[in-house]
Every structure is written in C-alpha cells, then in structure tokens.
C-alpha cells in the first residue's frame, strides 16, 4: 500500500510537472531513456480501449435451432428497444437516425453482413460474437452488456428477418500460418492488390477510394488502416486481419482474396497490422505535438500568474467519492441522482449509440471510462464539458455528433493532425429551421462566428486605440475559415444573397482573424505603451463573454463555456438544484441541472448581454412571452460558418420578417429587403407537411413563424402559445392621412402613416433608452496584475475544462463620471449600412490615464472615439435593445415650432449623434 502511494504521489507530480512545463526540474527522477509524458489531452483521444475482437469472444453453448425459434418474440422486442433507431423496425436500414450516421446502418433483412468468419449463410455464432463485440468507431455499440439471452434472443430475431438456412452455414478455415513470414512480400502484395483503395500508406485515398460505393449505391469509402485498431471491424489481431481479407467484405468492392498463396495472404496481414499498429502510434504523436505546440502558446506571456478559482468543491465530499461506495462500480454509482441530459431525439440517440447501457451513455459524451470503481480511473482522459469549444472543435464532445462528417481541420488557425468532427453522426436539426438548411455543421459555425470572437468589439477597441483603421483585424483568438467564402449552411436564397451582398461591399467577410494582441504586441505594433495599454484594458475587461471561457465568478454572470453557455442553465448564484450527490449544492460554479435545454430563456441569455441583470427594460415581446429564441436564428448565433466583422453583418432577422412593410406582407417583399443587395422576386413562403413558414430577411425558413391566412402567428417556443404580430400593411390601411408637422403615434405606426420615414428603422422609434458606456475617466496601472480573459481561456485546466484565472500586469480602474459605469438613455441615432436611420451605441468615450512602470503619469493619448473626428471606427453595429414598449413621441425629433424641411438634431447629439 505504501509502495503504490508513493508511486501514484511520484505520477502526480510528473502530471503536474508536464502541466507548469517544468519536467527538466525532474529530470533526475527519470531513466535518460524514459520518453517525455504526453501532453494531458491526449489521453481525451486514446483512453477508450479498442474492441475486443469478434473471434476472441467466447460464444459458450449454441442454442438449438429449436430455441432459437422460440426466442424470435423476445428478440423482436430487444430490438424494437435496442437497435430499431439506426436499423428501422423491420431491420432494413432505415431507422429515425440512420440518415445521420456516419455509416449507413446494415440491411438486416437481405443485405450482405460484412463482419464474417465465414461464407455462405450466417452462422448463429457470428452474430452473436459481432453483437457482443460491436463497432464503436462506426458508431455500433457492443451489446456485452446484455445477458447471454437477451443476445442470443436478437440473434434469433435476425435470421428469423433473413429467412437463412443457420444449419448450412460452414466455418471457413484459413490457410495454415507458415512459420516464417517475409514482411517486405506483404507491402509488395500491398502494393499489387490493395493500395489502389487503401493508399500506398493505408491512409484510405487510393485512386479508386473516391468512387468507391457498396451494393446498394451508397458512398464506402475504404477505412482507414492509419487510425488505429478501433477501425479494422473484423478484429486487430493478425489472424483477424487474414480473416478479413481471405473472405472480403460482402456487399463491398472488397472482394476475396482466397486465390492468394497461404504465404502471400499471412505477408499481407503483417503488413496491415504494422500499418495500423505505426499509423496508430504517429498519429498519437501528432496529436500529442499539436497539443503541446497549444499549450505553449497559451503559457507564452513574459510574465503571468495563475490565482486560485474559485472553490467549487468540498473536500471530504470529494474524498468519499474516490470510491463508488457500496462496492459498486461505473459512474452511477457516485453520480446516482442526476438528471437525465436530454429527453426526445437526443436520449434517442444516446441510448441507440451505447446499446441502452446507461453507463456507456455517459462516456459518449464524457470519455473517460464507464464501468471503474475508482474516481482516478473512471476520470482517466475526462472532458468534464463536452460542450466546451477545446472539446468540440477537435472532434469530441457535442462535435461527435453536430458536425459535419471530417469538417473540423483547424484550431485557432494550426491545422489539426487530421480531419475530425461528426464521428458518430452528422446531425441536421429543424427545431428552427423546417428546412434543415441552417441546422447542422454547428461545430465548425460557432468557432468562428460573434459569440465565439466578439470580432465587432475587438475592432472597436483596437481601432480606438489606433492599431486599425477601417476593417477589422483582430479577433478574440486566432481563426480561419478553410471551407471558403460559401456559407457551409442556408438555403439557396441565403447563399445568393451573401454572394450579392459580399460582391457589393454590402457585407465584411474576413478570410481569417489574427488573434487579439497583448500588451507586448500591442507595443510592438504601435511604439507607444500607452496606446498599448488602451488596447489591454479590452483583454482586461471587455473580453469576458466568448465562448471559449466561462463566465465571471459573480453574481448572474457564472455560466458554462461553448455550447453549454447557452443549453446548459444556470442560476444566478452558479449553484445547482440537482440531485448528484457529488455536487455541494451550497457551492457557486454548477449548472442548474445536468440537462441540456433547447428553448433557451432569456435569463440565460442575461449573464452575458446584460451581465447578470434581468431585463428591466421590457419590450412588448417580452410582456407578451416571446422570447429571444423565437427571433433569433441558429445562424444569429452559431453563424454560417464565414467570419463577419460585426453585428450586421452575421444577423439575418429583421422586424419586418414578421411585421411587413406599408406596403407589403413579410410574404411579398423580397429577399434582402432594405439592403443594395435584395432580390427582385417576393421571397414567399417555405412549405413543409401543409404548413406555410415565413422566411428571414436573408432566406431561410423560420419554423415558428407561419402564415395562416393573411396573418402571422409566432409560436413560442418557450411555452407554445401563439401569438399573432400586427401587420404594418393593415396599420397603414387604418391610418389618417398623414399631417404636417406629422401627429402624435397614437393612430398606430407612425411609419405606416407617413412615406416621408421611410428612412426610420423601426428602433428609431420603438427604442426608448439604450445602455452607454460612456463617460469614463480610466487609470491603467502598469505594475498592477489584472485578470486576462482571454489567456486565462487559453489555459484550461485540461482535467475541468475550466479556464484558469491568469493574471498579467496591467490593471484598468475605470471611474464612472457621474458615478455610473452603464447609462440608460434616449440612443443615437445614425445611419446604418442599409442607409436606414437606426440607434446606435458610441464607443466607449474615455479620458485615459497611463501610470509606467516608472511611476510617471501620461495623459496623452486620446482614443479615438471622437464620430466626426479622424480615425473614429464606424460603429460596430446598431442597437436594438428590445425596448418597444412604447414608442418615442413625435416631440423627440420635431419639437414644438420647428420649421418644416429643416434639419433636426435628434436625441443623444450631445454625444455625437446626428
């Protein structure tokens, strides 16, 4: 017991040595042959153990052809429950998820089964080993989990579907393993029959590999052998390997190979099996590389420390849990209580993809090891937040499933060792879109896409603090977008119009982002630490909410990262209601539930826009209960996939997607209405199963929103009431005739009335106040450490997926003038990129003050926030802060005795506004 304590203490700090990059102070302890430990990530790629192989399986006694008869109805109803998701109700291939997976699902009943230790009809035995074993890299589960009956009961229901003569079926046996095997004849016998397909390094782009289909037509790309163990189906072991390739790969372009001399088939297998063995070790080596190339950058700062998070943990809870208690093993034995993660399609697919297995259920999504009883080991390769982007943007996590099959192939610009993402399947949601059109790749999306690189912000920071002038450059982390200028998802129309209003400077794409500068590249680009210093207070400060870190650890802003900042709820306090008694439920830092949540509410959506505050400023929306999901879109989120420089540019919803125009319904106008690059046609209607759903202003099909008639109801998908918007077009028909100077708005819109505010968004009028941050008189201390949110990101503890706080000199004291940091007041209003009057937020008006190093006080630098100044930056986007409760009155633009035709200076001018 000492022995083994001491050896775990010695890996823990080796662990934690490779973590501080501090393995030469250790060097002593190391034999000088013993290699360098692997990055931690690594083992979040390798933990899970290959398959066993289908032939090593030990099949025990075979049931009678009797028994096997009288097991059909049992088996029928494991299957309906285990498999019928993927392989469809009668086993034809064709279940509710089999149009997502990575591989189609088999034909049961009449296609070929590749998996076979012999020709001729299946044999009882074979399905058995093949459903015990599985095909997790497929996306198969291993049923062992089942008892001996429950398996051989779906063995009888399966060749009950294939109506195959079991008793016909013969072992076929292998040519004899000669004792001497020439390795160099196995890659020349590779070379001749194999690498056409395969590749000349088994890498699965041969020649032919692209064309390559099964029997039914389908694409069957040939595996590849590079990956690893988990790929090869049949087995990894040599024999296996033989096996698979003496007997093909029924209904495949694989055909047998029983023409080859036992000499030349035995060389063959050797071949493959060094293939997989060092394709499986270089690829471990490149990951490990990559990750260690990662997190280097993530350390580089000259100097930074990392403070201690916040405690979310107790102690002896966690000590008691070390163990499962009770002597039970797997997660459930500790987490028993927790909430189930999703209900519907998702739970669907769980439990299709771990053969039902509540266990395996965890792992898919978790990794780690189902079925341990200790916390060490069941943590072994852990992604505690599958959600996290470190997570789904190299395939893991959430990315298994929400991303196109091989789509992700960079991290923060380096390219990855290989293609990843969408391993078990490639999901196509409609939960917003009808269509499915702007519903899948999300993995690939949201990497690049506001929310993950406030790209708008960074501009307006950097461009203040004259690092830029008129486009933008930075983002909140290095990205690129290697699928091109063509959004990877949206309708035809959608895309059409990005093409138009890309080519007519309508909208900013940038073809990558450099990465936000810190204080030492700032300087380095400027000249001038001030100015550098001006830029820092954005890392300091203002790059809090992205998504690749969580939120602040105060009150209303604690939230998850990545995808589950959004569909994972938390409280306001960060504790959790959940009954996992391995959770403190008196701690900060926990998601409400262990539970992943589509209709998103806007309490979520508070602990970023309005940091933690509840919306006090209610629009009629909100009082009526539609909430922020109901307008806004998946690609208003995630994005399409193309990285845009601010607001406008990504948003695709506009008020008269629902409400129309004077003149038309959302139904007649065109797509792109308002903007240089509409369309010429009315945009229409999308129809699906009898339903008629309206548009975006840019194309795709919104499925809450629907045509009934002449009217548009909006259904909430927060609680499914329905909601009829009023239509402009019917205000208009109501409405006196317009007046000069134009009347009080309480006939209706005063928009509808009156052609001469054409040029008036909507907010112009329906927005009461909008949040400024503005005036402010900020110190920034130089010798002073200050949280950096964007490296303390960068830093994730790799066992959490938690960012660590990492603090770098240079702390920013803005003093509010007037004693308040956030001002609610009447918005600017200026025009917008579609030549509409709009309100918009300044930039931050800041008189800034440098304290050096050296103690000396500079006041020189006056950022550019200046609107009529020099080098002022175009605003990053209008303001729509939901404020239509009530509409400003007519005296806010044309006071009382203003003469018509004249100019008027409209509310906010004294900050700039016009």
């Known amino acids: 017991m000492h022995v083994t304590r001491c050896l775990g203490s010695l890996r823990t700090v080796l662990c934690a040595s490779v973590a501080l990059g501090t393995t030469a102070v250790l060097a002593p302890l190391c034999a000088q042959e013993s290699p360098p430990r692997p990055a931690p990530e690594l083992a979040w790629l390798t933990t899970n153990e290959p398959r066993p192989t289908p032939w090593a399986i030990e099949v025990g006694a075979i049931p009678s052809s009797q028994a096997l008869a009288a097991w059909v109805g049992p088996g029928q109803a494991t299957f309906l429950l285990r498999c019928a998701a993927c392989h469809g109700n009668g086993g034809r291939g064709d279940g509710p998820l089999a149009s997502s997976l990575v591989r189609p699902p088999r034909d049961l009943a009449g296609g070929a089964l590749r998996t076979r230790d012999r020709e001729g009809p299946i044999a009882p035995s074979e399905l058995y080993r093949v459903l015990s074993a599985g095909a997790p890299a497929q996306g198969m589960p291993a049923f062992a989990h089942l008892s001996p009956f429950e398996r051989w009961s779906l063995v009888a229901f399966v060749l009950a579907l294939r109506g195959e003569d079991a008793a016909l079926a013969r072992p076929t046996p292998l040519p004899a393993r000669p004792q001497r095997i020439d390795p160099s004849r196995g890659a020349e016998v590779f070379a001749a029959r194999c690498a056409f397909c395969h590749g000349a390094d088994g890498d699965g782009r041969g020649p032919a590999a692209k064309d390559l289909a099964d029997a039914e037509g389908r694409p069957c790309p040939p595996t590849d052998l590079r990956r690893g163990p988990a790929v090869l189906r049949g087995g990894a072991r040599q024999e296996d390997i033989a096996r698979s390739i003496y007997l093909g790969r029924p209904g495949t372009k694989m055909a047998g190979a029983s023409d080859l001399p036992a000499e030349d088939l035995w060389a063959l297998a050797a071949h493959v099996e060094r293939l997989v063995r060092e394709g499986d070790a270089a690829r471990r080596a490149a990951w490990d590389r990559f990750f260690a190339a990662r997190r280097a950058a993530a350390r580089a700062a000259p100097r930074r420390e990392v403070r201690a998070s916040e405690e979310r943990w107790e102690p002896a809870r966690s000590e008691y849990f070390s163990r499962a208690p009770g002597g039970r093993q797997g997660c459930l034995a500790c987490h028993e209580g927790i909430s189930a993660i999703a209900s519907g399609a998702m739970a669907e697919a769980l439990a299709a993809f771990s053969g039902g297995d509540a266990e395996r259920e965890c792992v898919l999504c978790h990794e780690g090891r189902a079925g341990e009883a200790s916390k060490e080991r069941a943590h072994e390769g852990l992604v505690a937040n599958p959600g996290s982007l470190w997570a789904t943007s190299i395939g893991l996590g959430c990315g298994k499933c929400h991303s196109d099959r091989g789509a992700l192939t960079t991290l923060h610009g380096r390219p990855l060792p290989e293609p990843t993402g969408g391993s078990l399947m490639s999901v196509v949601s409609r939960q917003t879109d009808p269509s499915g059109a702007s519903g899948r790749n999300h993995a690939y999306r949201i990497q690049r896409a506001l929310m993950a690189q406030e790209t708008g912000k960074a501009f307006l920071v950097s461009a203040s603090a004259g690092l830029v002038k008129d486009r933008p450059r930075f983002t909140d982390f290095a990205v690129d977008d290697p699928d091109g200028a063509v959004p990877c998802v949206g309708s035809p129309a959608y895309r059409e119009f990005i093409a138009r209003a890309e080519k007519q400077g309508f909208l900013l794409r940038l073809d990558r982002g450099q990465g936000y500068p810190t204080f030492e590249e700032a300087e380095a680009l400027t000249g001038n630490p001030v100015q550098a210093a001006y830029a820092d207070t954005y890392r300091k400060d203002c790059a809090r909410c992205h998504l690749w870190g969580e939120g602040k650890a105060a009150t209303g802003e604690r939230r998850s990262s990545g995808c589950s900042a959004c569909h994972v709820l938390n409280a306001p306090d960060g504790q959790t209601f959940d009954d996992d008694p391995t959770v403190p439920d008196d701690r900060p830092g926990h998601p409400l539930r262990h539970r992943l949540v589509l209709a998103i509410p806007e309490e979520q959506c508070n602990h970023c826009h309005t940091r933690g505050v509840l919306t006090l400023h209610s ?27 601010a607001i406008p540019h990504q948003l695709e919803v506009r008020c008269e997607d629902c409400h129309g125009t004077r003149e038309a319904a959302p139904w007649e106008l065109p797509v792109g209405h308002g903007t240089p690059a509409a369309g010429t046609s009315p945009r229409g209607v999308y129809e699906r199963e009898g339903v008629r759903h309206l548009l975006t202003s840019r194309g795709n099909p919104r499925s809450n929103w629907r045509r009934e008639g002449e009217r548009v109801v909006v259904r909430s998908f927060l609680d499914g009431r ?142 550019h926030h200046d609107p009529d100044g020099e080098g002022y930056p175009p605003p ?6 939901h404020e239509f409760s009530t509409p400003r009155g007519c005296a806010d633009c044309h006071p009382e005795g203003a003469e018509p035709g004249r100019p008027i200076v409209l509310p906010g001018a004294q900050h700039g506004g016009r």
Do not use: M
């Not at 209706?748 to 052609?755: H, K, L, Q, T, V």
């Not at 990053?876 to 802060?881: I, Q, Y």
């Open 722 to 863: 329905e909601h009829v918007a009023p239509l402009l077009r019917d205000a208009a028909a109501k409405a006196p005739k317009a007046t000069t100077p134009p009347a009080a708005p309480s006939g209706g819109c005063s928009a509808a009335r009156d052609a001469r505010h054409d040029r008036l968004a909507c907010s112009a009028c329906h927005n009461q106040q909008a949040p400024r941050c503005l005036p402010c008189h900020t110190t920034y201390f130089s010798e002073e450490f200050a949280q950096d949110w964007l490296l303390s990101a960068l830093d994730y503890d790799t066992r959490s997926l938690r960012q660590r706080a990492v603090f770098t000199p240079g702390a920013a004291d803005p003093r509010p003038l007037g004693g308040r940091a956030l001002i609610w007041g009447p918005p600017d209003v200026r025009l917008d990129r579609s030549g509409r009057l709009n309100p918009h937020i300044p930039g931050c008006e800041v008189h800034f003050t440098y304290v050096g190093r050296d103690g000396k006080v500079d006041t020189s630098f006056v950022p």
């Open 619 to 645: 629009d009629v929306h909100q009082q009526a209960g539609v909430g922020c999901v109901d307008c806004h879109t998946s690609i208003d989120v995630h994005g399409d996939g193309n990285i845009y420089g």
């Open 876 to 881: 990053v986007a209008p303001s729509l802060p």
